[in-house]
């Protein structure tokens, strides 16, 4: 890892979110039957600008309208066995339980 100069990073240089860097090295997308991916693998990383620290919230910039923590109740029920938390088989999947529904 180098600067924007050439010159190789001092020990414990930390890079964080934010900063400015350029990667050199190999991008490859594979499949192997039916699954798909991509494969990174970096030979050298040229710090451009290096952020000394990092505001994960301006990250995303302003508050955008979707999902709101403060009105999601979590299912905590994991691993529990009772049978009044199983719904009647209708042939329709449960609100909440859709998370691997394709």
Known sequence: MTDAKGK???QGTVIRGGS??????VIAAW???A??????????????KLSEGFDAN???????DGFDADEY????SFGDDDASDTPA??????AGDDAYSL
């Open 89 to 94: 088989d209708d042939g329709e999947t449960p």
């Open 58 to 64: 301006a990250a995303f910039g302003a508050a955008e």
């Open 8 to 10: 190789a990073l001092k």
């Open 20 to 25: 400015l860097i350029r990667i050199a090295g």
């Open 35 to 48: 699954k798909r991916g991509v494969s990174l693998w970096p030979d050298a990383v040229r710090v451009i």
């Open 31 to 33: 499949e192997k039957g």
């Open 73 to 76: 109740e979590p299912n905590t």
